[in-house]
Protein backbone atom coordinates (compact mmCIF):
# COMPACT_ATOMS: atom_id res chain seq x y z
CA UNK A 1 0.00 0.00 0.00
CA UNK A 2 2.92 2.23 0.63
CA UNK A 3 3.99 2.16 -2.83
CA UNK A 4 0.42 2.55 -4.40
CA UNK A 5 -0.15 5.99 -1.96
CA UNK A 6 3.78 6.73 -3.26
CA UNK A 7 2.83 6.36 -7.36
CA UNK A 8 -0.17 8.82 -6.40
CA UNK A 9 1.49 11.43 -4.74
CA UNK A 10 3.64 11.10 -7.54
CA UNK A 11 1.50 11.82 -9.63
CA UNK A 12 -0.35 13.80 -7.97
CA UNK A 13 -1.35 16.18 -10.99
CA UNK A 14 -4.09 13.56 -12.17
CA UNK A 15 -6.17 13.61 -8.41
CA UNK A 16 -9.19 14.66 -10.28
CA UNK A 17 -9.16 11.19 -12.15
CA UNK A 18 -8.36 10.03 -9.00
CA UNK A 19 -11.64 11.73 -7.32
CA UNK A 20 -13.91 11.03 -10.02
CA UNK A 21 -13.29 7.06 -10.37
CA UNK A 22 -13.41 6.51 -6.94
CA UNK A 23 -16.59 8.32 -6.64
CA UNK A 24 -17.69 6.36 -9.60
CA UNK A 25 -16.42 3.14 -8.05
CA UNK A 26 -18.59 4.27 -5.01
CA UNK A 27 -21.46 4.54 -7.51
CA UNK A 28 -21.44 1.12 -9.56
CA UNK A 29 -21.34 -0.76 -6.10
CA UNK A 30 -24.17 1.08 -4.10
CA UNK A 31 -26.03 -0.14 -7.81
CA UNK A 32 -25.14 -3.25 -8.01
CA UNK A 33 -26.18 -4.06 -4.64
CA UNK A 34 -29.18 -2.16 -5.03
CA UNK A 35 -30.23 -5.23 -7.65
CA UNK A 36 -30.65 -7.76 -5.23
CA UNK A 37 -32.62 -5.91 -2.85
CA UNK A 38 -34.68 -5.10 -6.05
CA UNK A 39 -35.02 -8.90 -6.96
CA UNK A 40 -36.02 -9.93 -3.16
CA UNK A 41 -39.00 -7.14 -3.29
CA UNK A 42 -40.12 -8.69 -6.75
CA UNK A 43 -39.85 -12.59 -5.18
CA UNK A 44 -41.70 -11.32 -2.36
CA UNK A 45 -44.50 -9.52 -4.14
CA UNK A 46 -44.49 -12.66 -6.22
CA UNK A 47 -45.31 -14.95 -3.90
CA UNK A 48 -48.65 -13.26 -2.91
CA UNK A 49 -50.16 -14.94 -5.43
CA UNK A 50 -53.46 -13.72 -6.69
CA UNK A 51 -53.12 -10.51 -4.39
CA UNK A 52 -49.88 -9.70 -5.73
CA UNK A 53 -50.11 -5.75 -6.93
CA UNK A 54 -49.13 -6.14 -10.50
CA UNK A 55 -48.76 -2.33 -10.87
CA UNK A 56 -45.73 -2.31 -8.10
CA UNK A 57 -44.13 -5.72 -9.84
CA UNK A 58 -44.24 -3.70 -12.65
CA UNK A 59 -42.22 -0.30 -11.01
CA UNK A 60 -39.83 -2.74 -9.23
CA UNK A 61 -39.00 -4.60 -12.60
CA UNK A 62 -38.37 -1.35 -14.06
CA UNK A 63 -36.17 -0.21 -11.55
CA UNK A 64 -34.36 -3.60 -12.17
CA UNK A 65 -34.12 -2.93 -15.75
CA UNK A 66 -32.89 1.21 -14.86
CA UNK A 67 -30.85 -0.13 -12.17
CA UNK A 68 -28.85 -2.24 -14.62
CA UNK A 69 -28.52 -0.04 -17.41
CA UNK A 70 -27.00 2.67 -14.62
CA UNK A 71 -24.44 0.25 -13.59
CA UNK A 72 -23.53 -0.56 -17.21
CA UNK A 73 -23.46 3.20 -17.81
CA UNK A 74 -21.14 3.69 -14.85
CA UNK A 75 -18.92 0.71 -15.34
CA UNK A 76 -18.36 1.69 -18.30
CA UNK A 77 -17.88 5.36 -18.21
CA UNK A 78 -15.36 4.12 -14.96
CA UNK A 79 -13.55 2.09 -17.13
CA UNK A 80 -13.19 5.06 -20.23
CA UNK A 81 -11.87 7.22 -17.21
CA UNK A 82 -9.54 4.65 -15.97
CA UNK A 83 -7.70 3.84 -19.47
CA UNK A 84 -7.58 7.74 -19.60
CA UNK A 85 -5.85 7.96 -16.73
CA UNK A 86 -3.92 4.82 -18.15
CA UNK A 87 -2.22 6.95 -20.59
CA UNK A 88 -1.97 10.63 -18.73
CA UNK A 89 0.18 8.06 -16.22
CA UNK A 90 2.33 6.44 -18.81
CA UNK A 91 2.98 10.26 -20.44
CA UNK A 92 3.26 11.92 -17.30
CA UNK A 93 6.24 8.84 -15.57
CA UNK A 94 7.93 8.82 -19.33
CA UNK A 95 8.39 13.03 -19.29
CA UNK A 96 9.65 12.90 -15.69
CA UNK A 97 12.17 9.58 -16.02
CA UNK A 98 13.16 11.37 -19.72
CA UNK A 99 13.79 14.67 -17.76
CA UNK A 100 15.65 12.58 -14.62
CA UNK A 101 17.65 10.72 -17.79
CA UNK A 102 18.88 14.03 -19.19
CA UNK A 103 20.12 15.29 -15.68
CA UNK A 104 22.26 12.53 -15.35
CA UNK A 105 26.03 12.90 -15.44
CA UNK A 106 27.85 11.41 -18.67
CA UNK A 107 29.65 8.54 -16.39
CA UNK A 108 26.46 6.72 -16.16
CA UNK A 109 25.83 5.96 -19.48
CA UNK A 110 29.48 4.76 -20.23
CA UNK A 111 28.73 2.39 -17.37
CA UNK A 112 25.70 1.25 -18.06
CA UNK A 113 24.01 0.11 -21.62
CA UNK A 114 21.37 2.40 -23.27
CA UNK A 115 19.38 -0.19 -24.20
CA UNK A 116 19.40 -1.77 -20.51
CA UNK A 117 18.23 1.35 -19.46
CA UNK A 118 15.52 2.18 -21.87
CA UNK A 119 13.98 -1.06 -21.25
CA UNK A 120 13.97 -0.79 -17.36
CA UNK A 121 12.20 2.22 -17.70
CA UNK A 122 9.81 1.25 -20.49
CA UNK A 123 8.67 -2.05 -18.69
CA UNK A 124 8.11 0.46 -15.15
CA UNK A 125 6.66 2.52 -16.48
CA UNK A 126 3.99 -0.12 -18.44
CA UNK A 127 3.83 -2.02 -15.49
CA UNK A 128 2.82 1.14 -13.66
CA UNK A 129 0.36 2.10 -15.65
CA UNK A 130 -1.04 -1.18 -16.34
CA UNK A 131 -1.68 -1.75 -12.27
CA UNK A 132 -3.36 1.76 -12.12
CA UNK A 133 -5.34 0.85 -15.34
CA UNK A 134 -6.49 -2.69 -13.51
CA UNK A 135 -6.56 -0.48 -9.95
CA UNK A 136 -9.00 2.13 -11.48
CA UNK A 137 -11.44 -0.60 -13.48
CA UNK A 138 -11.84 -3.52 -11.30
CA UNK A 139 -9.88 -3.95 -7.83
CA UNK A 140 -11.36 -0.61 -6.46
CA UNK A 141 -15.25 -1.39 -7.57
CA UNK A 142 -14.27 -4.89 -5.96
CA UNK A 143 -13.53 -3.10 -2.66
CA UNK A 144 -16.25 -1.11 -2.99
CA UNK A 145 -18.82 -3.85 -3.11
CA UNK A 146 -17.48 -6.04 -0.96
CA UNK A 147 -17.45 -3.29 1.85
CA UNK A 148 -21.05 -2.34 1.02
CA UNK A 149 -21.87 -5.83 1.21
CA UNK A 150 -20.49 -6.41 4.42
CA UNK A 151 -22.35 -3.51 6.13
CA UNK A 152 -25.72 -4.47 4.06
CA UNK A 153 -24.89 -7.99 5.58
CA UNK A 154 -24.01 -6.62 8.97
CA UNK A 155 -27.62 -4.59 8.91
CA UNK A 156 -29.50 -7.79 8.77
CA UNK A 157 -27.20 -10.19 11.11
CA UNK A 158 -23.76 -8.98 12.60
CA UNK A 159 -22.54 -12.45 12.92
CA UNK A 160 -22.86 -13.31 9.12
CA UNK A 161 -21.18 -10.47 8.48
CA UNK A 162 -18.47 -11.53 10.62
CA UNK A 163 -18.31 -14.48 9.36
CA UNK A 164 -18.34 -13.39 5.60
CA UNK A 165 -15.49 -11.06 6.62
CA UNK A 166 -13.29 -13.94 8.08
CA UNK A 167 -13.78 -15.97 5.05
CA UNK A 168 -13.16 -13.02 2.30
CA UNK A 169 -9.34 -13.71 2.88
CA UNK A 170 -9.82 -17.43 1.68
CA UNK A 171 -11.93 -16.27 -1.23
CA UNK A 172 -9.13 -13.73 -2.58
CA UNK A 173 -6.00 -16.52 -1.36
CA UNK A 174 -7.99 -19.36 -3.87
CA UNK A 175 -8.47 -16.79 -6.58
CA UNK A 176 -5.38 -15.06 -6.47
Known amino acids: MKYILKILRFTK ?69 GDQMSVKVTKL ?28 LNRSINQISSFMQMWSNNFLQFMFTTILALAIVAYYSWTVALLLFALYPIFIFMTV
Request: net charge negative.
Open 93 to 120: LSDRYFKHLLTLPQSFFDKELSGKIINR
Open 13 to 81: ELKVYYYVISFLSVMVAIVNLVQPLLSGWAIDEIQLGTSADVTRLVIIVSLIFLSDLASNLLSNLNGYI
